[in-house]
């Protein structure tokens, strides 16, 4: 029996958290990330377009030597983000390869305060682990908001 890509990444992605899973924080229009591990995007194409399209997500990165970084705090603890510029000898186009789930507390409420701000899903989905809503950054990146 084959099990579909989507199933299995979803799959993958998932377990890790449900596992993981903490008590959500109750603050919502905005987005709250409540848990993730870290996250390093390296190579950007553009630094300065990732980090644009990250702050109308929530997360607010400082400039340092061309890239981008951020600290927050969720209840399991901080999440340290980066967008590491190109190098020279970088290929002229990303892999793609990063792929992120942001566990949000209020789904319709995070999900309405980012198409105020422009960022609407490709796609949504709901299913037995909860609502899903998928993006793509502008490097081509999945980044994907997980509520209930």
């Known amino acids: 029996m084959k099990i579909p890509s989507t199933l299995m990444r979803k799959s993958c992605l998932l377990i890790p958290l449900i596992i993981l899973s903490v008590s959500a924080l109750a603050e919502s229009p905005a987005t709250k990330i409540l848990y993730v591990g870290a996250i390093s995007i390296n190579p950007c194409q553009d630094a300065k377009v990732l980090a644009d399209w990250y ?84 490097d081509g990146n999945e980044v994907t908001l997980w509520g209930k």
């Open 55 to 138: 702050a109308r997500l929530g997360i607010e990165t400082k400039e340092i030597k061309g890239g981008y970084y951020a600290k927050l705090e969720t209840t399991a603890g901080t999440l340290a983000f980066a967008i590491h510029p190109q190098k020279a000898d970088a290929p002229k186009k990303s892999s793609a390869s990063v792929s992120v789930v942001f566990r949000v507390d209020n789904f319709e409420a995070s999900l309405s305060s980012l198409k105020a701000k422009g960022l609407s899903p490709e796609s949504t989905e709901i299913d037995q682990f909860g609502q899903f809503a998928h993006f793509h950054d502008p």
